[in-house]
């Protein structure tokens, strides 16, 4: 860090900067890329997790912005820069989570929800009513979930003395994280930019897929005044000038985590993917300029979209547990002391000895949504021993994604070309190896592994002319390490086989809700 910010002292306005926020579920970052693309500067505060009750979760969003105002100052003091260096400022964020704040006194009125908050699960019964689960789908490509923000709005309106009454007068602001971050940005009180970006608005079931516009047919239906909605900008363009400590500086790009890590990770073609490793997996497949409906348990989402070009669409795949499976066999098992540890003990045997762990902890997401499943470890016989389960640990990442991109071929008749990867459990070579064995395609990691806030960078970078075009991001991405398939289709075939007759064994553990 020291060399990179002497090199940016020197530089000086002969370098072109640009900045990403990335608001996450646990904390904030400030990132600042050189024009290479390379990382200048970093820094991270973390923010109060609030639990009110039982499946509540909640932040303070003052807090948010209080904090995102810290790492700005901290990464460009670290960067050894001026605000009037930076060229942009991209912001990428937790998608889902709801803000609504008082246009006057810029205060919000309650605590934000997070997108993990399930307290909207009965309102969201109540709303499909007869039609179930998929009453909004054609209009907005998600299921009706906890998981989003439309609904989140609605409780609030519901619950908050005299809000409805003061939203539909106008009083009242409306935002996911981003709309939030860029209204105080542009000044908050003072002029402040109320906006958001398609990726965004895409996620709170409350925008048309096709039209990029708030649905009047889903606001009827959930009572939501449009007044209070900000308005739908595209993911990268200038929606308005910094004031403060980055006065003068453009505000010019958002982009919801997953969409953000796409972009970074130059998944600009029909075809590409990438995957992001965590304590679960987010699987995204560009399909182009046309949404593609789901019937096989995947989210129709919007990937991006640049100024006035046509916009493209992903295909999502959700899995809850993969990291955290690495997790359970370290923490409830014992059989490892740290994650690190699983890939030796993993490669000391050839193969899994014909073990087979389905972590269906609370269910299986994507492409199932079967919440009647559980856990299984299957194939056990005397010759099984702690090796063979650490390579059915980390098969079980493979299989799932395996799944996941199938489904994502039934849907939309893409075939993967390659899969990009990001995230903690890409270090791990035999699981990224197993991965390209599995999937027959070519699994590729990048240098820069923070591909979140590089997306948003270069989303913002492209609005203010520090870069050109897609053509030139794309030779910007470097390969850090490549896994070629080397497994014989008949061993993948029978070993898919058994794993799927596995994640049948999983079904139906839970016969009712008492479980």
């Known amino acids: 860090m020291t060399d990179n910010a002497g090199k940016a002292g020197k530089a000086g306005k002969a370098e072109k900067y640009v900045a990403a926020i990335d608001q996450g579920t646990t904390s904030s970052r400030c990132i600042i890329f050189d024009h290479s693309g390379s990382i200048v500067a970093v820094d991270q505060r973390e923010h109060r997790q609030i639990f009110p009750k039982p499946g509540w979760v909640e932040h303070d969003a003052t807090e948010i912005w209080s904090r995102v105002q810290a790492v700005v100052a901290g990464a460009i003091a670290k960067a050894g820069l001026r605000a009037d260096q930076l060229s942009a400022l991209g912001i990428t964020n937790q998608r889902e989570t709801t803000v609504l704040w008082d246009r006057t006194t810029g205060k919000p009125v309650h605590n934000a929800i997070v997108w993990q908050d399930t307290r909207t699960a009965a309102l969201c019964n109540e709303l499909g009513g007869a039609e179930g689960q998929d009453r909004f789908r054609e209009q907005t490509g998600l299921p009706l979930a906890s998981y989003f923000s439309g609904p989140k709005a609605l409780w609030l309106l519901e619950n908050v003395p005299g809000l409805r009454d003061r939203a539909e007068r106008g009083e009242i602001a409306f935002g996911t994280i981003d709309s939030w971050l860029i209204w105080n940005l542009t000044g908050g009180t003072e002029g402040g930019r109320h906006v958001t970006d398609v990726t965004n608005a895409g996620r709170t079931m409350l925008m048309n897929l096709q039209t990029l516009q708030w649905d009047q047919s889903v606001l009827s239906a959930m009572n939501i005044p449009e007044t209070m ?46 995957n992001t490793y965590g304590t679960g997996s987010f699987l995204l497949l560009n399909t182009g300029n046309r949404p593609v409906p789901s019937k096989s348990g995947l989210l129709t989402t919007m990937g991006y979209k640049i100024g006035e070009e046509a916009p493209v669409y992903c295909l999502e795949g959700s899995i809850a547990i993969t990291g955290a499976l690495v997790q359970w066999f370290r923490d409830q098992l014992g059989i490892i002391r740290t994650a690190d540890e699983i890939e030796p003990l993993a490669a000391s045997v050839e193969n899994n000895g014909g073990a087979y762990i389905v972590p269906a902890f609370s269910g299986l997401f994507a492409p199932y949504w079967r919440s009647d499943a559980r856990g299984v ?23 799932q994604t395996r799944e996941v991109v199938d489904a994502m071929y ?61 053509d030139e991001l794309k030779s910007h991405w470097k390969k850090d390490a490549e896994w070629t398939p080397s497994m014989e289709a008949s061993v993948r075939d029978r070993e898919y086989r058994n794993w799927r007759k596995a994640v049948e064994r999983s079904f139906g553990w839970v016969e009712d809700d008492t479980e």
């Not at 308005?231 to 953000?260: C, H, K, M, N």
């Not at 099984?384 to 299989?399: D, G, I, N, Q, Y």
Request: proline share 3%; glycine share 10%; charged share 15%.
């Open 377 to 399: 470890i299957t194939g056990l016989t005397r010759y099984v021993t702690k090796a063979h389960l650490a390579r059915a640990v980390l098969e079980a990442t493979s299989w």
């Open 229 to 274: 909605l900000p308005e739908i900008r595209s993911s990268s363009e200038v929606y308005g000038t910094a004031v403060g400590q980055l006065a003068g500086v453009p505000v010019a790009s958002a982009l919801g985590d997953q969409q953000a890590a796409v972009f970074g990770q130059a998944c600009y073609e029909v075809g590409d993917a990438k």
């Open 410 to 470: 039934q849907d939309s008749g893409v075939r993967l070309t390659s899969l990009k990867v990001d995230g903690g459990m890409t270090k791990n070579n035999l699981l990224m190896q197993h991965q390209a064995d599995v999937l027959d395609v070519p699994v590729i990691r990048p240098r820069v592994s923070e591909t979140t806030c590089l997306g948003a960078a270069y989303a913002a970078g492209l609005a203010t002319g520090v870069w050109n075009d897609l």
